[in-house]
């Protein structure tokens, strides 16, 4: 599923225009974005859970070359599926 594919999604719920169901999208991933930027924790029930998450520093090794490679200290975010989707037979 693509971008476009939820804001037709939108626009089956909601009768708008294509571009008004874009803006809607793009408004949601943009704040998603920025929340989890500024280090919030989004939570959306029967979802999961996205949440920014420290990543230590430490040493990994080029698979192709075998030559070790420093992991630098950053930030990953982790999503947490909620109940309700883990009860459904995705896998």
Partial sequence: ???????????KIHPCSRGTALQVVDLLTDRMKQALL???RIEIRGFGVFEP??????????????????IPKGKSIRFKPGKELRDLDIA
């Avoid at 998450?53 to 420093?70: A, F, L, Q």
């Fill in 38 to 40: 500024d280090g919030h």
């Fill in 53 to 70: 998450r420290p990543r230590k520093r430490g040493m990994g090794r080029n698979i192709k070359t075998g030559t070790s490679v420093e």
């Fill in 1 to 11: 599923m693509i971008k476009i594919d939820i804001a037709n999604a939108v626009m």
